[in-house]
């Protein structure tokens, strides 16, 4: 399977713990976005990664979350102190941009549905 | 501030014809445009894309098609197929991608 994988599938949490969930994109591809997607919305940027580099953060990015992409390849999402409003599907995509400007092969994985009880 | 929009929430088109999704975008920068298909349960699914150097972009039952004077995107799909049945989100990228709020669609055998 060389499409993009993210685990968990499913998280269930109380309020206030912390989570993490782990995103693996395809091998080639150098830029790796993280969105969340709640019911009847579009997916909402979060934030994206070219290779090792964090190079932009969306404002719905509280404190709270923090991700990384350390050696360039998989990419973890941490939410602290989990609230019930974070409940959401968090949607993991990655592409091969080129210095011209050109996007290929951009991609979802399944995503991991948290639910915060 | 919703930059991608798409109007229409549903959309029901009988087996055979054409179905034809609308996307309006406020953001002139927006340089290359994006299809996704979503069934429940699952991750987006790439349909066709188009860059903003092309106004017309075709990948055998699905076309897109771009005015950038209007900031339009729409997707055509022809003949629907009950298969087809699925929500739709349209995306647009200056560096990261805006979705809309997707169109669902069916496919009335």
């Known amino acids: 399977d060389t499409g993009v994988s993210q685990n968990p599938r499913h998280k269930i949490t109380k309020r206030g713990q912390n989570v993490t969930f782990r995103c693996d994109p395809i091998?080639?591809?150098?830029?790796l976005y993280w969105y969340r997607q709640t019911l009847g919305q579009g997916p909402e940027f979060l934030t994206y990664?070219?290779?090792?580099?964090?190079?932009?953060k969306s404002r719905l990015l509280s404190d709270r979350f923090s991700a990384e992409r350390p050696k360039g390849s998989f990419s973890t999402l941490e939410i602290q102190r989990t609230e019930q409003g974070d409940s959401a599907m968090y949607l993991c995509?990655?592409?091969?941009?080129?210095?011209?400007?050109?996007?290929?092969?951009?991609?979802f994985g399944s995503g991991t549905r948290l639910t915060v009880v | 501030d919703q930059q991608v929009k798409q109007n229409s929430p549903s959309l029901s088109v009988q087996e055979g014809r054409i179905s034809i999704l609308n996307c309006d975008y406020t953001?002139?920068?927006?340089?290359?445009f994006l299809w996704y298909k979503k069934y429940p349960a699952e991750g987006p699914t790439f349909l066709i894309s188009?860059?903003?150097?092309?106004d017309k972009n075709e990948d055998g039952r699905f076309t897109v098609f771009l005015n950038k004077s209007a900031k339009h995107l729409s997707l055509h799909i022809v003949p629907s197929q009950p298969g087809d049945s699925a929500v739709y989100f349209c995306?647009?990228?200056?560096?990261?991608?805006?979705f809309g709020t997707g169109t669902s669609l069916t496919v009335i055998p």
């Open positions: 953001n002139s920068m927006f340089d290359y």
């Open positions: 188009i860059s903003s150097i092309k």
């Open positions: 995509a990655s592409s091969l941009h080129s210095p011209a400007g050109s996007v290929r092969g951009y991609t």
């Open positions: 091998s080639e591809h150098n830029r």
């Open positions: 990664f070219q290779n090792e580099a964090q190079l932009e």
């Open positions: 995306a647009a990228s200056a560096g990261q991608f805006y």
